[in-house]
């Protein structure tokens, strides 16, 4: 069988990339199976999760039962600039960051393609549960994967045409059942590891001692106030608080209370009822469109998702230079900045950005 062409696929140890690779393989393509080693940190960081040595054990190991090349690429420094200064940047300003999407957008789909370009490969395959076409005017397209319990396009928003043309998703067409079925009849010794819950880096997934750790200057004491500004009690941080919080906010009113704004110059996390974390809207920027750009200069209606795992809601988008403004059709809750907002028509993801702030 003549070759499909050159693959380079970022296996992370897990099942997902596992398959995809042996998929690849058996599909006709020359594999190169890659780890990507992400975090270095200075004073004593180890690497965590899908970076981790166990990680990087389970790739190699899967490589080697199915008889293709594996590399580990060192890509703490680009992960670092990017990722984690972001990470570090967002908390300071009181923001709750998503540093899955930053790493699809400037490692695993940025640095990650580069190297593929500087090894003379013609393609970078991942295993994310979405689907890409090409229609045709030759234009890409990026749909959610066939599972809707393990759909990801909501982390992959920041993707254009130029990374479309170039990836390959080999279980965006399947369910995650599927995906393990193939594992054992590959015989790989992942086939029944468990997914990864937690934001990779993060051990135990403690994002506050985490942050405390590397950024010690987030630990400020602060105010926790009402909506009236009444102090109800005191923080430690607000990087450890995110609205629509409900537990472990330090504070008893006798009444089930959310966090509802965190004031970052301030240092002051302001707590209420659920009721006022109904949004009307929201505006975003950092808006990256698959098209190039959005499909109207003006207004229009599409489904947008304000979390991972949320339901999508019929909203008015208006586009504004980088930014946008969106309205719902019915009011949404826990619309909290520094996620992501994105933006779909049925399946298929049109786009998505960074929620600045919510609309009343």
Not at 126 to 141: F, P, Q
Not at 225 to 247: E, P, S
């Amino acid at each position: 069988m003549a070759s499909k062409g050159s693959v380079l696929v970022a296996m992370s140890g897990g099942v997902d990339s596992s398959v995809s690779a042996c998929l690849l393989l058996e599909q006709g393509y020359e594999v190169i199976g890659s780890h990507l080693r992400l975090l270095h940190l200075p004073g004593g960081g180890v690497d965590h999760g899908c970076c981790g040595p166990r990680a990087r054990e389970d790739a190699s190991t899967v490589a080697r039962i199915a008889g293709f090349p594996f590399e580990v690429v060192d890509m703490s420094e680009i992960f670092e600039e990017t990722v984690l200064s972001d990470f570090f940047d967002e908390h300071r300003a009181g923001r709750t960051p998503n540093p899955c999407v930053r790493c699809n957008e400037h490692v695993k789909f940025g640095a990650f393609l580069a190297r593929a370009d500087r090894l003379g490969v013609d393609f970078v395959a991942t295993g994310h549960y979405v689907r890409s076409w090409r229609d045709g005017d030759g234009s890409w397209h990026l749909g959610t994967g066939l599972d809707p319990t393990k759909d990801q396009s909501y982390m992959l928003h920041t993707l254009g045409q130029r990374e479309l043309a170039r990836s390959l998703f080999p279980v965006g067409g399947m369910t995650k059942t599927m995906t393990r079925r193939l594992a054992e009849r590959f015989g790989l010794p992942v086939a029944d590891k468990p997914d990864s819950q937690d934001v990779c880096f993060v051990p135990g997934g403690d994002h506050a001692a985490f942050l405390e750790e590397y950024v010690p200057a987030l630990i400020r004491e602060g105010e926790v106030v009402g909506v009236d500004g009444r102090v109800l009690g005191r923080h430690r941080g607000a990087h450890r608080f995110t609205v629509g919080q409900r537990r472990g906010l330090g504070v008893s009113t006798g009444e089930r209370t959310y966090v509802v704004d965190i004031d970052a110059t301030a240092n002051r996390v302001v707590v209420g009822p659920s009721e006022l974390l109904a949004r009307s809207g929201l505006e975003a920027d950092r808006m990256r469109w698959v098209a190039g750009e959005p499909p109207s200069d003006g207004p229009f209606e599409a489904e947008v998702r304000v979390r991972y795992r949320g339901e999508a809601v019929r909203s008015v988008v208006t586009p504004d230079g980088g930014l946008v403004r969106v309205r719902f059709s019915r009011p949404q809750r826990g619309v909290a900045p520094g996620q992501s907002v994105v933006v779909y028509r049925g399946d298929e993801l049109l786009g998505g950005g960074r929620i600045l702030r919510a609309l009343a």
